[in-house]
C-alpha cells in the first residue's frame, strides 16, 4: 500500500497569512492526488485534483502543486472559514490512502 | 438534487451485522465508482470499499472477508454490508462518487454524505 505523509500534523496561523502543507508519497504516483478540507462534523469536501486542478467553486487561494512524491496545498491568503482539518489522498493504486491530516487552527 | 444520504448506523455487539443504505439522487449509482469511507473517533479518513460500474468490487484489507459491498439499480442505491464487525470497526461511514481517470475530477471523491454512525461495543 501507498502511503501517504502530511506535515505539519498542525499549524498555527493568523487570518491573512500564507499556509503551507506538504503530502510525501511513499511511492511515485504522478500526479495522482487529490486535497480535501474537513470542518468538525461534517464530510470532507474536495478542493484540488490532479495535484493542481482547482474543483469548481472552491475559492481560488487554494492551490497545489507537486509531482512524483512530494506535492504540497497553499492556502495564499486564510481566511476565518478556512480553519478545519485538511487531507491529502493518492488515487495512484488501490487502496486509496489519505494523509493522517493536518489542523489548521487560529493563532 | 444531487446528494447521497447514509442510513443504517447504530450500535451493535462484537460479532454483530449492520446494512448501510446510501440513497443517491440526482445521478446514477450504477454508472459511476461508488465508494465506502470511513473516520474512528478522532481519526483520519479510511478508504473501505469501491463498487465499479462494471460490478468490480474492492475492499480493504482491515474489512476484507467481512464487509459486502453492492447496489440496487431500481432504487439507485448502494449498501454496505458488514459482518463479524469488530471495535476498531467503530467509525461514522461516509458514502462518496470516486472519479476514476475518465471523470470530472479524476482520482477524487467529490460526492459526500453527511455519513451513518457505527458504534461497535457490548
Known amino acids: 500500500d501507498i502511503q501517504m505523509t502530511q506535515s505539519p500534523s498542525s499549524v498555527s496561523a493568523s487570518v491573512g497569512d500564507r499556509v503551507t502543507i506538504t503530502c510525501r508519497a511513499s511511492?511515485?504516483?504522478?500526479?495522482?492526488l487529490a486535497w480535501y478540507q474537513q470542518k468538525p462534523g461534517k464530510a470532507p469536501k474536495v478542493l484540488i485534483y490532479?495535484?493542481?486542478s482547482l474543483q469548481s467553486g472552491v475559492p481560488s487561494r487554494f492551490s497545489g502543486s507537486g509531482s512524483g512524491t512530494d506535492f504540497t496545498l497553499t492556502i495564499s491568503s486564510l481566511q476565518p472559514e478556512d480553519f478545519a482539518t485538511y487531507y491529502c489522498?493518492?488515487?495512484?493504486?488501490?487502496?486509496?490512502?489519505f494523509g493522517q491530516g493536518t489542523r489548521v487552527e487560529i493563532k | 438534487e444531487v446528494q447521497l444520504v447514509e442510513s443504517g448506523g447504530g450500535l451493535v455487539q462484537p460479532g454483530g451485522s449492520l446494512r448501510l443504505s446510501c440513497a443517491a439522487s440526482?445521478?446514477?449509482?450504477?454508472?459511476?465508482?461508488m465508494t465506502w469511507v470511513r473516520q474512528g473517533p478522532g481519526e483520519g479518513l479510511e478508504w473501505v470499499s469501491v463498487?465499479?460500474?462494471?460490478?468490480?468490487?474492492k475492499y480493504a484489507d482491515s474489512v476484507k472477508g467481512r464487509f459486502t459491498i453492492s447496489r440496487d439499480n431500481s432504487k439507485n442505491t448502494l449498501f454496505l454490508q458488514m459482518n463479524s464487525l469488530r471495535a476498531e470497526d467503530t467509525a461514522v461511514y461516509y458514502c462518496?462518487?470516486?472519479?476514476?481517470?475518465?471523470?470530472?475530477?479524476?482520482?477524487?471523491?467529490?460526492?459526500w454524505g453527511r455519513g451513518t454512525m457505527v458504534t461497535v461495543s457490548s
Open positions: 462518496a462518487l470516486y472519479h476514476d481517470s475518465s471523470g470530472i475530477s479524476p482520482g477524487a471523491f467529490d460526492l
Open positions: 440526482g445521478f446514477t449509482v450504477s454508472s459511476n465508482y
Open positions: 463498487l465499479y460500474s462494471g460490478g468490480t468490487t
Open positions: 511511492q511515485g504516483i504522478s500526479s495522482w
Open positions: 490532479a495535484a493542481s
Open positions: 489522498q493518492q488515487a495512484n493504486s488501490w487502496p486509496i490512502t
